[in-house]
Nanobody, 130 residues
Framework: QVQLEESGGGSVQPGESLRLSCTAS????????MYWFRQSPWKEREGVAS???????FYADSWKGRVIISQDGAKKTMYLQMFSVKPKDTAMYFC????????????????????????WGKGTLVTISS
């Protein structure tokens, strides 16, 4: 199975930047999706962004322009760069891996649908406070 481990969480001041990392180990399919989700005490777990093994990127609407997702295939590591963080961004951030969503036409995308997730990391806590 695939094992995922997040890192980079911690405490940061409002307005600063933060980069989270997720390293995968074990078997990795040639074609797959990698995702970032988050969960705060007052909301359900929500998708942040995803990146396909082919490099295609998807951002949830509320996160567009606020984060950048990237990956280093050689290191089997995915990153989430967060900019100008706010106290409301305080949450557990989870790395996940799953399968593509295929259209009947043959196309595909990753999205951030939780039902497509096959593997979860334990999460890393991000706390933004002054």
């Amino acid at each position: 199975q695939v094992q995922l481990e997040e890192s980079g969480g911690g405490s940061v001041q409002p307005g600063e930047s933060l980069r989270l990392s997720c390293t995968a180990s074990g078997y990795t399919a040639r074609s797959y999706c990698m995702y970032w989700f988050r969960q705060s005490p007052w909301k359900e777990r929500e998708g942040v962004a995803s990146i396909d093994s082919d490099g295609s990127i998807f951002y949830a609407d509320s996160w567009k322009g606020r984060v950048i997702i990237s990956q280093d295939g050689a290191k089997k590591t995915m990153y989430l760069q967060m900019f100008s963080v706010k106290p409301k961004d305080t949450a557990m951030y989870f790395c996940a891996a799953g399968t593509r969503i295929y259209y009947s036409s043959g196309g595909y995308y990753c999205g951030t649908h939780i039902d497509d997730v096959q593997y979860w990391g334990k999460g890393t806590l991000v706390t933004i406070s002054s």
